[in-house]
């Protein structure tokens, strides 16, 4: 095989291998990241419906708490209530001090009468106070101050009775009619602004009305609580009604941490968690190519949406009915909740008591209620090491309950980022609370390690399996280069004798050899005849061992005479080549080897030895005899030529492997010569091993015997 030839054929086995590895790798990397694939939709999916089950535990806590504030009796939130069996009395359950009753988080409960008049049945009226002690009048006095400062502070009661009248006054059917037009101008403006993002639509209710006239308090605080329940907020500017009329409501909720919209969470695995009608909402493009979750639709879109509920819906334990309840001449809506500009939530009630109405209610610290209500559920359940829970209020994100692994700081709602887990709002009156899960690094499952395993075996195997093809190629393509060497060099190595011995024959036939020459023609005769007889020796022997049939048969021979018949047979051969040969056998004793193996090893020793010296200094090839060890004979041909490298030492009895300066040199041989020796040896029990001398190269063949 020419080297184009070989270099054509190397290519296509590297593209019929480097195809052969794709087709394997690609369905193998498809099926190992379906299986992954499939893993992390199944873990997710455990996610999901733990932050489920903590939603529903959460909301089923938040629902026990409206209700038991929706079936709070009236007279609870004076100091004192009625007792038939007391004349002044007892003391309501809400003036306990401290306060242990109520939600967690709770500061106190107040009253807000018709005519703005602040009331806590922690402080007492009158003579209700004769048994309190001074300190614990004090205490409850300071407690009361504190929750009517931040109901202040936020607008929702007025700062005392005094102050300066108007010198102009209207009527007050004339107040009520402007105080009830001004009204509902800045309530649908503030809506507006709330459902379309709109500010400033009170702008043009300045030019209604040029004299500003203050309105009766209790419609103010009336006025401030109903935008409170419904969280629709003005800018100051709004505040001034079409008719003049300064209306007093309370602050804007805090920011927190930023916007619903502004969260960058990707809904693809909860798009493909939710059923059909319990999608999340449609996910809005955001920077960096992730996905902004979409706010839920408006209250007013949902009223409008919604479609009306069957009888059998109304009647069920899980829906808190929200209409007015009657209690005789008394109508008590039911709780709303609220948050105040200063991070409470407010949680009141309107009750209409002998034609006006009067506000109940508590306030609650955001901190302490959240940590309660959610922070602590959260932490024992498995979803605190992977999972983020953000805390939202009418599309304002509150705060956010970090995973374990995690930051516990965020300054900003675009510092929450992950894969959407769950989202889900409260039952009303909390119905402006929304739970946001969003996990950023899901456990791994039982089998993900046995996939990884089986997938990095797999791998493994491939690229080892196509390695080792490629090297099996290779070497088949060496082989097939070297069988055609071999053929070649045999056809030469048999011409040639041959070739000598018909010449001989011809030229003895002819009679153009004298008496004194015919002698000389029969020994050349006879030397290439044996020549031949060597080289087909040598085929036969390695035909057998490629169809796995060598057999030898070895047995006690005398070391002594088999030398004898090595150097009778090799005699003749060294002598024609011009070399001289030395052997040296004072071992003596017994070998145990075949005879005709042993003498085709040693022929196939010195004919390897005046192959490669035939160019040395000294031309001299010595057979020695040794006992290395008890129990083995050591054979050991030397010549006295270049030797052998280190590195080809291993290679020289490679079957058709001939050295390269072989080639270069232009060195005679079939190249299973050594290899022949080398197979013989083990055959017969033994072992053959190469050394350099200096100068030369001494191949030593070692047999058992003694």
Not at 404 to 422: D, F, I, M, N
């Amino acid at each position: 095989m020419r080297r184009e030839d070989t270099d054509r054929a190397r290519t296509r086995l590297r593209v019929w291998l480097g195809g052969f590895f794709v087709a394997l790798a690609l369905p193998s990397a498809a099926l190992v990241d379906r299986a992954y694939d499939q893993l992390k939709w199944e873990s997710f999916r455990v996610q999901q419906v733990a932050a489920q089950d903590l939603a529903a535990r959460v909301d089923q806590r938040l629902s026990e708490i409206a209700r038991l504030e929706d079936a709070r009796p009236i007279a609870d939130y004076a100091f004192l209530v009625s007792d038939p069996a007391s004349a002044q009395g007892r003391r309501s359950p809400l003036a306990d001090l401290p306060v242990t009753a109520g939600p967690p988080g709770l500061v106190g409960w107040f009253q807000v009468a018709q005519d703005g008049h602040f009331t806590t049945p922690l402080v007492p009226e009158g003579t209700a106070a004769a048994g309190l002690t001074p300190a614990e009048l004090a205490e409850r006095q300071a407690l009361a101050a504190r929750i009517e400062g931040v109901l202040i502070g936020n607008r929702l009661v007025e700062r005392g009775r005094g102050g300066d009248e108007p010198t102009a006054r209207p009527t007050a059917e004339a107040a009520e009619s402007v105080l009830a037009q001004a009204a509902n101008q800045v309530t649908d403006k503030a809506e507006g602004a709330f459902d379309r993002g709109a500010t400033g639509a009170a702008a043009k209710a300045k030019a209604v009305a040029p004299a500003k006239v203050q309105a009766p308090r209790e419609r103010l605080s009336q006025q401030a609580f109903e935008r409170l329940g419904t969280q629709r907020q003005a800018s100051p500017a709004d505040a001034e009604s079409d008719s003049g009329y300064t209306l007093e409501v309370p602050n804007a909720p805090v920011k927190g941490l930023g916007r619903v919209d502004e969260l960058t969470l990707d809904s693809a695995l909860a798009m493909r968690a939710a059923p059909v009608q319990a999608l999340p909402p449609a996910p809005m493009s955001a920077p960096g190519g992730k996905v902004a979750i979409a706010p839920p639709p408006s209250r007013r879109a949902l009223t409008e949406t919604a479609p009306a509920p069957s009888a059998a819906a109304v009647e069920s334990k899980d829906e808190r009915a929200r209409a007015p309840l009657g209690l005789f001449a008394n109508a008590v809506q039911p709780c709303e909740l609220g948050l105040l500009g200063s991070g409470h939530f407010v949680l009141f009630r309107a009750v209409r008591q002998g034609g006006g109405q009067i506000i109940q209610g508590l306030l609650i610290e955001q901190g302490p209620f959240l940590a309660a209500v959610l922070a602590e559920p959260f932490r024992a359940t498995p979803l605190a090491r992977t999972t983020d829970l953000i805390v939202a209020f009418r599309d304002a994100v509150l705060t956010a309950f970090r995973a374990a692994q995690g930051r516990e700081y965020v300054s900003s709602a675009r510092e929450l980022t992950g894969a959407l887990l769950y989202r889900t709002r409260m039952r009303e009156p909390f119905g402006g609370l929304e739970l946001i899960f969003s996990v950023g690094r899901l456990p791994v499952p039982a089998g993900a390690l046995v996939i990884g395993w089986v997938g990095g075996l797999l791998a493994l195997v491939l690229v080892v399996g196509t390695w080792l093809m490629y090297r099996l190629g290779l070497k088949q393509i060496a082989l097939v280069r070297q069988q055609q060497a071999f053929v070649s060099a045999v056809s030469h190595e048999l011409k040639t004798p041959l070739t000598s011995i018909r010449l001989y024959a011809e030229m003895l036939r002819a009679g153009f050899a004298g008496e004194d020459r015919r002698q000389l023609y029969y020994r050349y005769i006879q030397e290439e005849s044996e020549r031949l007889s060597r080289l087909i020796a040598n085929v036969l022997a390695l035909s057998r061992i490629g169809r796995d049939t060598l057999t030898v048969s070895p047995q006690e021979l005398d070391l002594g005479e088999l030398m004898a018949l090595v150097q009778e047979r090799v005699a003749s051969q060294v002598e024609r080549a011009g070399f001289g040969l030395v052997v040296v056998c004072a071992a003596g004793g017994t070998v145990r080897a075949d005879p005709d193996a042993f003498v085709q090893v040693l022929i196939n020793l010195v004919d390897n030895a005046l192959k490669f010296a035939a160019a040395g200094a000294e031309k001299t090839v010595e057979i020695r005899c040794e006992q290395p060890r008890e129990g083995w004979v050591r054979i050991a041909v030397r010549d006295f030529g270049p030797g052998v490298p280190r590195e080809l030492r291993q290679r020289v009895f490679e079957l058709f492997y001939r050295g390269a300066d072989a080639g270069a040199r232009a060195i005679p041989g079939t190249g299973i010569g050594l290899a022949l020796v080398e197979r013989l040896t083990l055959a017969m029990g033994g072992r053959v091993e190469v050394v350099n001398r200096e100068p030369g190269a001494e191949f030593r063949v070692e047999l058992p015997g003694e």
